[in-house]
């Protein structure tokens, strides 16, 4: 069947983005009474985008409206592929015999324990996220399960990694004698071969945004005719504690909770109806009911804990308040009375009416408050070095990296870079040609080992503690050499209140992956801002 162009009158059916059905006609009322009778449902998506459905009910969909609707020529693809099933896989315990977990890597390592425990679970699941904690090799434990596939059956290994990981990726899948083929978060393959693909996916976290484009790239292939299973990996399957985030990666894994999207988000994200503006807007941003989503989604989501497999040295936490100087607190009250003037006036004004506001004011407090720690900072930090220790610094902004820099020395690890030089950094430090590395989170946070530091430096807090947790953990990982002390630098209420969010939002994540029950109490961000501004307020006027 073959597409032709849409015209401002023609019906036909096709592929969303996302890889669900898309049914598209002029509206009448009878095509859209026999669309709602279509089992399973779809959702009705308004006159301009249509009917979209599950890919389970595209052959319906053909046999009932076929006469009348043109088929693109992706979902007429699909549809013969449908007719024409992958022959299936082998029994678990053969999957698991040709793993050959027991058998000395290339490069001379032998799998941990964990690792083949890991694989055996993956080879018994078609979609699965391995959740691990940062440091426990979830690259070879995929992998060896992958080896175990290829083994068996005609299947294509596709990894989805950011490109500053792609070379480890080569290095893991070289040491099985395994080929890969490794595509980019940003450049996402929108067909699978038609032999059959494993599609292994590096920092799946990436995913967690439901309406953005490599998210739907991502669906796409993971609900491809043509893919043998799906392995997501992530240390933060819900990186900023909201469930809404978490729905993405079960829909890839194709979770039951996640064949109705409206149904998840009313039950776990407090989704509901509000009029603003005169239009209806769903809103699910909020969470409920974690524990019962973390016993519905265990069967598929393996979280396990570096210090219960593998008993590394202790991870401290140690807070440094910082203080000012009489002139450095009238300057700091000073930057602090422009950003919050300007936030009264616009409260006076009715302007501020969206999350976006507290976001954009929280993050130039944060700024400010960076900006005034850096005596402080670079203090303990040259302390460190004189002992001869080795030093990781995170930041969430390039400004103060590259003053300290130019204090203190270093390597430095942004977004600046390219990919190459970036691992030139990382392999200077770690050869010790260099103690001290300033990272920002969204780069030095990401998949890099940096074991040889025994102090890691937060300039400042990320408010999502998948971001902290990163951080930290690129050096209390497997490798170090004795326990590792996270500095923690504190100035004003943004520091305070982001600390709060990161104690609030880890509660979340603890419920849904820990194994024990804790109680939940937050406030929305826009609230807690209120009471830290109206305390600045009284703190400046003071």
Same mark, same amino acid.
């Given at each position: 069947m073959k597409f032709t162009p849409k015209s401002s009158s023609s019906c036909y059916l !096709?592929?969303?983005?996302? $890889? %669900?059905?898309?049914?598209?006609?002029?509206?009448?009322?009878?095509? /859209?009474?026999?669309?709602r009778k279509v089992r399973p449902r779809g959702i009705w998506r308004g006159t301009r985008q249509g009917w979209e459905f599950p890919l389970v009910a595209a052959q319906h969909l053909q046999r009932q409206f076929g006469s009348r609707f043109l088929v693109q020529d992706d979902l007429a693809q699909w549809l013969s592929w449908f007719e024409q099933p992958l022959p299936p896989m082998p029994p678990h315990r053969d999957l698991v015999s040709y793993a050959d977990l027991e058998v000395v890597l290339t490069d001379g390592r032998r799998p941990l324990p964990h690792q083949c425990s890991?694989?055996?679970?993956?080879?018994?699941?078609?979609?699965?996220?391995?959740?691990?904690?940062?440091?426990? $090799? +979830?690259?070879?434990?995929?992998? &060896?399960?992958?080896?175990?596939?290829?083994?068996?059956?005609?299947?294509?290994?596709?990894?989805?990694?950011?490109? !500053? *990981?792609?070379?480890?990726?080569?290095? #893991?899948? @070289?040491s099985l004698d395994l080929p890969v083929c490794i595509h980019s978060w940003a450049r996402l393959p929108r067909e699978l071969p038609a032999a059959g693909t494993l599609l292994l996916v590096d920092e799946a976290h990436f995913g967690q945004s439901i309406k953005s484009r490599r998210t739907q790239a991502l669906l796409r292939l993971a609900r491809h005719p043509r893919l043998r299973a799906i392995w997501l990996l992530t240390g933060?399957?819900? +990186?900023?504690?909201?469930?809404?985030?978490?729905?993405?990666?079960?829909?890839?894994?194709?979770?039951?909770?996640?064949?109705?999207?409206?149904?998840f988000e009313e039950r776990f994200c407090q989704g509901y109806w509000r009029d603003q503006g005169g239009q209806r807007r769903w809103l699910s941003r909020g969470a409920s009911d974690l524990d019962a989503l973390g016993k519905l989604t265990r069967p598929l989501v393996l979280h396990r804990r570096k210090q219960t497999l593998l008993g590394l040295p202790p991870k401290r936490r140690q807070e440094h308040r910082v203080v000012l100087t009489e002139s450095?607190?009238?300057?700091?009250?000073? =930057?602090? @009375? %422009?950003?919050?003037?300007?936030?009264?006036? =616009?409260? /006076?004004?009715?302007?501020?009416?969206?999350?976006?506001?507290?976001?954009?004011?929280l993050t130039a407090l944060?700024?400010? @408050?960076?900006?005034? +720690? *850096?005596?402080?900072?670079?203090?303990?930090?040259?302390?460190?070095?004189?002992? $001869?220790?080795?030093?990781? &610094?995170?930041?969430?902004?390039?400004?103060?990296?590259?003053l300290l820099q130019q204090r203190l020395g270093g390597e430095l690890l942004t977004g600046r870079q390219r990919p190459g030089q970036r691992q030139e950094?990382?392999?200077?430090?770690?050869s010790g040609m260099s103690s001290l590395l300033?990272?920002?989170?969204?780069?030095?946070?990401?998949?890099?080992? *940096?074991?040889?530091?025994?102090?890691?430096? &937060? %300039? #400042?807090?990320?408010?999502?503690?998948?971001?902290?947790?990163?951080?930290?953990?690129?050096?209390?990982?497997?490798?170090?050499? !004795?326990g590792l002390t996270s500095h923690w630098f504190q100035l004003g209420f943004a520091d305070q209140l982001v600390d709060s969010l990161i104690a609030s939002k880890a509660e979340r994540i603890e419920v849904l992956l820990g194994s024990r029950r804790v109680g939940l109490k937050r406030q929305p961000l826009p609230v807690m801002l209120r009471c830290c501004m109206q305390e600045s307020l009284r703190t400046v006027s003071s």
């Open positions: !096709g592929l969303t983005a996302a $890889g %669900l059905v898309k049914v598209t006609f002029p509206f009448d009322a009878v095509t /859209q009474a026999q669309l890991g694989a055996r679970w993956l080879l018994a699941r078609r979609g699965a996220v391995l959740a691990d904690e940062m440091g426990l $090799g +979830k690259t070879l434990t995929s992998l &060896l399960a992958a080896r175990a596939m290829v083994r068996c059956a005609d299947v294509r290994v596709m990894v989805v990694a950011p490109v !500053g *990981l792609h070379d480890h990726w080569r290095i #893991e899948a @070289a933060t399957p819900m +990186k900023n504690g909201r469930p809404d985030q978490l729905y993405p990666l079960l829909a890839a894994i194709d979770h039951p909770l996640a064949r109705d999207q409206r149904k450095e607190s009238r300057g700091f009250d000073h =930057r602090l @009375a %422009l950003v919050t003037d300007n936030y009264r006036h =616009r409260v /006076q004004q009715g302007l501020v009416r969206s999350d976006a506001e507290s976001l954009a004011v944060r700024q400010i @408050a960076a900006e005034f +720690k *850096l005596p402080a900072v670079e203090t303990v930090v040259a302390a460190l070095l004189a002992e $001869g220790q080795a030093v990781v &610094l995170f930041s969430s902004f390039v400004g103060p990296l590259l950094a990382v392999n200077r430090f770690q300033l990272a920002t989170y969204a780069v030095g946070g990401l998949g890099y080992t *940096l074991h040889r530091a025994r102090h890691v430096v &937060l %300039l #400042e807090r990320h408010w999502t503690p998948g971001d902290v947790d990163q951080a930290e953990d690129r050096c209390h990982r497997l490798g170090m050499d !004795g």
